[in-house]
């Protein structure tokens, strides 16, 4: 079991930045997949990054590529989402997500979510 806590939303404005963090709990954290998804209201929770267990090899979005920068700290059982040129379609609850060994796109082959973090950013 993985139970997993998001930190560091909030407000700020276009063109500022924002870092979340991830902090999980349970056993073998290293082994897990860790992913951040995205979701606005009446739309569908978007994928926008992913790191692998093994070598920390990381995916983004096309729309964030460039900007956001994804991270784990496995001694400290943290992944860290720094978000750069913030803008105002970043706004959204960002959830962080666990799966064994190595990230999907497909946010229903993830195992383990968070609450979700409220990042608005206002133009």
């Known amino acids: 079991q993985v139970r997993l806590v998001e930190s560091g939303g909030g407000l700020v404005q276009a063109g500022g930045s924002l870092r979340l963090s991830c902090a999980a709990s349970?056993?073998?954290?290293?082994?897990?997949?860790m992913a951040w998804f995205r979701q606005t209201p009446g739309k569908e929770r978007e994928f926008v990054t992913a790191?692998?267990?093994?070598?920390?090899?990381?995916a983004y979005a096309d729309s964030v590529k460039g900007r956001f920068t994804f991270s784990r700290d496995n001694a400290a059982n943290t992944v860290y989402l720094q978000m750069n040129s913030l803008k105002p379609e970043d706004t959204a609850i960002y959830y962080c997500a666990a799966r064994l060994y190595y990230y999907v796109h497909n946010l229903s082959q993830y195992d383990y979510w968070g609450q979700g973090t409220q990042v608005t950013v206002s133009s």
């Open positions: 349970g056993r073998a954290f290293s082994t897990y997949a």
């Open positions: 790191i692998n267990w093994i070598d920390s090899s990381a």
